[in-house]
């Protein structure tokens, strides 16, 4: 059906088409599932937002690693309804993609035959409670600065999905820096595991907002399209820009030694991370790839019989209500 809908729009994008559909874009009006739209448009949103939606949902694997060994029965708690609130993020943007023809098993067999990316960021791993409170505080805090302009975004089922997407991660946020404030204000092994942590997940939290523009294959048309809203580097800026003042407060240092605030411009200069590592993890070598990918094929193949049961009552009840008619 997608393949359907991409070729068959091919024909039908003639210059005037184009330069009408990118007056609405301009005049910020929301394009909707059922309006026309170029197929390239299509296209590139179904891969941002799939691989957003996958993101959210093998994000769920590092913190879930320690939903067993959190240290108390209230942080437990609290990480348990951050991992079920990314599941469901995951969902907003599974059915945001469907309204653009295409359906979740497709997105998920792209997926898991490597035809589609997720973050690079989750192919790290989370070796102690420290990261819980990282991956918080700087993977949750680089999701908000991409997704709060997100909100703002062209395509209207994506826009929304974002809104409320964008309050659950404010939480996810401070419980992140609560957990890295706890431990700096604790004993001197607790101050240097939050440090350690700080250490491992800065640069790869860098690279979550992809390459830099000059090297970054889609960020100009996707402006133009509204389908992102920022380059790369300029969010990336703003994040150091917010997150030093934290990691300040914490008395953490930050493990840039070129880090230094500039008046004139009014923001940090800072160290780039280091692309060929961020290439490899993109391109299935980072240190967890393999592990993310098979549990997401084993959680796909042992949940067949639920989606077999689930298509056996649908089609049943459809038979009953023709047999009504
Ligand atoms: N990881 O031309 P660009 C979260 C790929 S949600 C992997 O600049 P674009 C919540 C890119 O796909 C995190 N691949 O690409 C949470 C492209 O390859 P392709 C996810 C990356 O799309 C927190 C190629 O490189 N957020 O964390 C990455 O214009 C805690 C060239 O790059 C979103 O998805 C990367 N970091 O810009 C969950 C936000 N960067 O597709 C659980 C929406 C680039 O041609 C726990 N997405 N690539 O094969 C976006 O804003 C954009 O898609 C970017 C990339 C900024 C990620």
Redesign the pocket.
Known sequence: MYAQMIASQASDEDPKRLAAFQKRIDAGEKIEPKDWMPSEYRKTLI??IG??AH??IV??L??GNWITRAPTLERKAILLAKVQD?AG?GLYLYCAAETLGISRDQLTEMLLDGR???????NYPTLTWADIGA??WL??G??IM??VP?QRTSFGPYARAMIRICKE?SF?QRQGFDIMMKMCNGSKEQKTMAQNALDRFWYPSL?????SDS?????EQ?MAWKI?MNS?DE?RQKFVDQTVPQANLLRLTVPDPNLKWKDKRKGYDFTMPDWDE?LA??NGNGPCNADRLSARKKAWTEGQWVRDGLQAHAKKNANIMIAAE
């Open positions: 891969r941002q691989q957003h993101s959210e994000g769920q590092p913190e990314e993020h589609m990316k997720y973050s690079s960021i989750f991956i918080g993977v949750d680089a999701a991409n997704q997100l991660e996810h690279m979550m907002f992809g390459p090297d970054s294959i889609h960020s996707s992102k790369n969010l961020f993890v993109i």
